[in-house]
């Protein structure tokens, strides 16, 4: 219980700072062209994830963190 | 008292190496639009994992384990510009054995035959399909997964939404999904004390909340939380010794940042994730790749991998006896309500590395390879003490895919 206390409320504070980044200028439409590669994206090749997260995932003792949903199994 | 300094010292640590990767300043998100193009793909997977005994505890134990092939399909289709359908589907056949207890207790060769004893079952199918719709601020998506084979049923509802500022430098992401499982226990192979009609049953909800940010145009981070709380049939049916608690609630903190170099026109992607639940597993998990565009439609990406991880508070080490005669495993502390021998649940480290080279063929073909090794060992932990009687832990994988726009 404490624990979850502590890292919700951690989880906020970070949160909340990063709502709160500002610098002098932010990045306008025109210079973003840059930020639409692929490769600058998140999600990446979708059956490559789905693969590789599937092997750490049924291999470690931890998963997860970047995404909710998606099946279960019953891997050995 | 010392237990919760410990989770501060810890918890503090994973913001620290949070916040590492955020440091360059940020001057100022990026957020779905609606995709012009449909995409097919398939991609081939086979995979070899295998334990090998190079230290004087573990000598005579190195043998292949479980080996897969699986094939897999995805498709989606964007449609009126605000709405978009992606569906995969994967089947996967398995044989081989995992062992029992720690490196030992493989299933004989005769209960080997019908490639299911210590692996769950000889072939899964599974899909997801996913309907997102497009707003001019934010996405809503919409997800259900199917997963089985002969033993394992799991099912899944998602539910995803991002919310962007009207610059579209900042997106907030939620997310909550419920998943249900069955795990078949009258199996053959099932361990005799573990054996019932009845099968298990567990239940998985599951939240996350993130926030994307772009720093720079050429920097871009993402910072998310999930939680997980799971109760129902955790222990594993093929282990023995092998008792675990009905249930597991899991944190997770996670970092994501992408770097642009416009010099050579690469991206490095950087990921942390700090990891803990309630069997006690703590970890720390560190990624980097680079991807580099080539000439004539070619890139490469190498990639490296460093995961950490301490042991569920109810794994048990392998003893002296076991250790003399590994055909026997270690009995489990009297009196413990929960144990486990399980080598996934043990402390280790685990490294590896990979390359992945794709070529752009043109009229929108797309095809990659991708070849990855990954080997845990008990001494490779940095965050708890490994167990010296297990076995090193190996993987090799191959990826073949392609895929079309149109």
């Known amino acids: 219980m404490k624990k979850s206390l502590i890292l919700s409320g951690a989880s906020a504070l970070f949160l909340m700072s990063m709502f709160n980044l500002s610098g002098c200028s932010s990045v306008q439409p025109w210079e973003k062209q840059n930020l639409a590669k692929p490769e600058m994206t998140f999600e990446g090749d979708r059956l490559d994830t789905s693969y590789t997260e599937h092997i750490y995932s049924s291999k470690e003792g931890a998963s997860g963190g970047s995404g909710v949903g998606g099946g279960g199994c019953g891997c050995n | ?406």
């Open chain 2, 1 to 406: 008292m010392a237990m919760v300094s410990t989770t501060k010292t810890t918890v503090f640590s994973a913001l620290i190496a949070s916040a590492a990767l955020l440091l360059p300043s940020a001057k100022s998100a990026y957020a779905d639009a609606a995709p012009e193009q449909a995409i097919v793909g398939m991609k081939y997977l086979n995979y070899h994992d295998s334990q090998s005994g190079d230290t004087a505890q573990t000598a005579g134990m190195s043998r292949d384990r479980i080996n897969v092939n699986a094939l897999s399909f995805m498709g989606m289709v964007p449609i009126a510009g605000k709405w978009s359908i992606a569906a995969t589907f994967i089947e996967d056949s398995i044989t081989g054995a995992s062992p029992a207890y720690h490196s030992s207790g493989f299933p004989s060769a005769a209960a080997n035959h019908d490639a299911s004893s210590g692996a769950s079952g000889e072939l899964r199918h599974a899909g997801d399909l996913t309907v997102t719709r497009y707003f001019s601020r934010g996405t809503l998506s919409l997800g259900t997964s199917y997963s089985q084979e002969s033993d394992y049923i799991s099912r899944g509802v998602s539910l995803n939404g991002t919310l962007s500022t009207e610059d579209k430098n900042t997106t907030l992401s939620l997310g909550t999904a419920y998943n249900s499982d069955t795990i078949s226990l009258d199996k053959p192979a099932v361990v005799s004390s573990k054996q019932q009609s009845a099968p298990g049953r567990k239940k998985v909800f599951s939240g996350l909340v993130g926030v994307t940010r772009v720093l720079s145009k050429n920097d871009i981070v993402q910072l998310n939380f999930t939680y997980t709380h799971g109760h129902g049939y955790y222990s594993d049916p093929y282990k023995d010794p092998d008792v675990r608690p009905d249930h597991r609630n899991m944190y997770t903190v996670m970092t994501r940042w992408n770097h642009h170099f416009e010099g050579p026109d690469g991206t490095a992607r950087l990921s942390y994730r700090y990891y803990s639940d309630t069997f006690g597993v703590r970890a720390h998990t560190f990624d980097a790749e680079y991807v580099q565009p080539l000439s004539k439609g070619w890139e490469l990406t190498p990639m490296v991998r460093f995961h950490s991880q301490s042991a569920a508070d109810f794994y048990v080490p392998v003893g002296p006896a076991e250790l003399a005669d590994p055909s026997t495993p270690t009995p489990p502390p009297p009196g413990a309500a929960f144990f486990s021998e399980d080598q996934r649940l043990s402390a280790f480290g685990a490294f590896s590395y990979g390359m992945k080279v794709s070529k752009d063929l043109g009229r929108s073909w797309l095809v990659d390879v991708k070849y990855e090794h990954y080997q845990q060992r008990y001494n490779w932990c940095i965050n708890g003490h490994g167990d010296p009687g297990v076995a090193n832990f190996n993987i090799r994988d191959i990826q073949l895919g392609i895929s079309r726009k149109f």
